[in-house]
């Protein structure tokens, strides 16, 4: 079956760094998406890796290893408005998007 | 418009009763899906439209669920006889592609279905 994990939850502080880890097992591979998304609001477009390496975009960076079905989103310079949820998806040889439950990003002062 | 349109914002229907929702996706874009979010933040995708066709439908519950995207109008998705279980926000994304890695998806802001 096809398969996204993400940590459920991250705590970080407020001018840190944080990761969030994305492991997939799918049915082929057409990209790796990574969006954010606040409380009850709809998920926003962060970015989008197909070849494997870091794509750098401000304070976020998204990384990618195709071989080892492997994704991280970074981000810099932490801030409390960065507090969200974090989705991780990925396209399959269908076109269709799987996706992760999320991480739910908590930063503190 | 530059947005997807989704109505209504919320919507509380009886089990057993029918609901409707609507989506305008944002113009030019060729493609609608629909994803149901539960508690767990997990996105379960339904449907996918390219234009009024239907793209993939893989993720519908074919029993109570049926959607369309006619020419001129809103897309819909409709659910007859609710179930508990069918409680969650229902979002709609446009993009202007469905077959290309590049394919970004530009989300509503969602419809909240409870169902009591």
């Known amino acids: 079956g096809q398969n996204i994990d993400q940590p459920t939850e991250m705590t970080a502080t407020e001018g840190a760094i944080v990761q969030i880890n994305c492991t997939y097992q799918?049915?082929?591979?057409?990209?790796l998406f990574w969006y954010q998304q606040h409380a009850g609001e709809a998920p926003t477009f962060l970015s989008y890796?197909?070849l494997d390496g870091l794509e750098e975009k401000g304070r976020f960076s998204s990384f990618l290893s195709r071989s080892k079905g492997y994704s991280y989103l970074l981000l810099k310079e932490l801030q409390m408005k960065d507090s969200a949820s974090y989705l991780c998806?990925?396209?399959?040889?269908?076109?269709?998007?799987?996706w992760g439950a999320g991480t739910k990003l908590i930063i503190k002062p | 418009g530059e947005e997807v349109a989704q109505t209504p914002k919320h919507l509380v229907r009886g089990e057993g009763q029918k609901a409707k929702l609507y989506c305008a996706p944002i113009?030019?874009?060729?493609?609608v899906f629909w994803y149901q979010q539960v508690l767990k933040n997990e996105f379960k995708f339904l449907i996918s439209?390219?234009?009024?066709?239907?793209?993939?439908e893989t993720g519908m519950p074919k029993e109570r669920f049926s959607a369309k995207c006619l020419p001129n109008s809103p897309c819909s998705l409709e659910i007859q006889a609710t179930k508990l279980e069918d409680s969650a926000v229902y979002f709609c994304?446009?993009?202007?592609?469905?077959?290309?890695?590049?394919?970004?998806?530009?989300f509503g802001a969602g419809s909240r279905l409870t169902v009591l």
């Open positions: 994304a446009s993009s202007q592609s469905g077959g290309s890695g590049a394919n970004v998806l530009t």
């Open positions: 113009k030019g874009h060729s493609y």
């Open positions: 439209f390219q234009n009024e066709n239907v793209f993939d």
């Open positions: 799918t049915s082929g591979f057409n990209g």
């Open positions: 890796n197909v």
């Open positions: 998806a990925v396209m399959d040889s269908n076109y269709q998007l799987i």
